[in-house]
């Protein structure tokens, strides 16, 4: 089975060696690897275009005149040019395991109903970032196994109505049809995925592998960094959604709204009960 990767490049010329040399090192050997640049005002260009004239299955593509059109244009045209049955996503700061490709084939081959497949990510980068990540990955994987407690099969339509469970990208195959129905429109692009995620969750299941397959980028020049902090866009994403689940099933967007608020309600009471409690309780153990 071969496998189109789809890298969307934009100055990356720090990270992108290493981006690419992960696919080159993959024992599942039957790949092609699509890097689309958009734009890219430093060197990005020149680093990919040595690698795509040393292996023929790497191809540097780019919008015409070197524009820069956005991260979903520049996605939706490398789906574009994908000839195989599924793509695989790889930002192009981050990393992939040298067996990322030859788990996904053979989890497709011993599930052939698997259309939408992620992992688990190792996070590296900005300390504070990695241990706030890390942690909050562990709860979300948790959280995902009591909803589907004997299966690696989801349903996470209820999670994608309060957040994004799926750590990057980079850890997620799925099928090329998939990609190209449902398409790249959000409201927010540095979220692109999250909104497809959440559209693709009404009607698709998501198969999730327990192997640290990612190795997430959370340094301060990656791209998921520099997109925090944007709360118009954010809200205007969060509104999208919340259209969305009203559209496709009103009497469950009235549930899951609900018990999503007593969820945060309860978080909240916990945090504020706990936290002067475990403070209190470290003051303590320092003076001893």
Not at 50 to 72: F, M, T, V, W
Not at 125 to 136: A, E, I, Y
Not at 155 to 160: I, V
Request: charged fraction near 25%; aromatic fraction near 12%; proline fraction near 4%.
């Amino acid at each position: 089975m071969e496998i189109t990767v789809i890298t969307a490049s934009y100055n990356c010329q720090g990270t992108i060696e290493e981006t690419i040399k992960s696919v080159l090192a993959q024992t599942c050997g039957k790949w092609k690897l699509i890097v689309f640049d958009d734009g890219s005002s430093d060197l990005s260009a020149q680093i990919i275009r040595k690698y795509a004239q040393q292996d023929e299955r790497i191809k540097l593509l780019s919008h015409p005149n070197g524009r820069n059109l956005g991260l979903q244009e520049t996605l939706k045209k490398a789906i574009s040019c994908a000839k195989t049955d599924y793509v695989a996503f790889l930002e192009c700061d981050d990393i992939w395991h040298k067996d990322y490709l030859k788990e996904k084939v053979n989890y497709i081959r011993n599930n052939p109903d698997a259309e939408i497949i992620y992992n688990k990510v190792k996070c590296f980068g900005d300390k504070n970032r990695v241990k706030k990540l890390t942690l909050f990955n562990k709860v979300t994987e948790l959280y995902i196994k009591i909803l589907n407690p004997f299966s690696s099969k989801y349903n996470l339509t209820f999670p994608l109505f309060s957040f994004n469970p799926i750590p990057t990208f980079s850890c997620v195959m799925l099928k090329t049809a998939l990609a190209e129905e449902y398409g790249f429109d959000s409201p927010y692009p540095p979220q692109a995925d999250y909104w497809l995620w959440a559209k693709l969750s009404f009607k698709h299941k998501f198969h999730f592998i327990n192997k640290e397959l990612t190795l997430w980028n959370l340094t301060q020049n990656s791209y998921t960094m520099r997109s925090l902090g944007n709360t118009a866009g954010e809200k205007r994403l969060r509104k999208a959604i919340k259209d969305l689940y009203i559209k496709n099933n009103p009497a469950s967007y009235l549930f899951k709204a609900g018990l999503s608020k007593l969820l945060s309600f309860a978080f909240n009471l916990i945090s504020f009960i706990f936290k002067p409690a475990a403070k209190l309780i470290l003051g303590i153990k320092k003076q001893a």
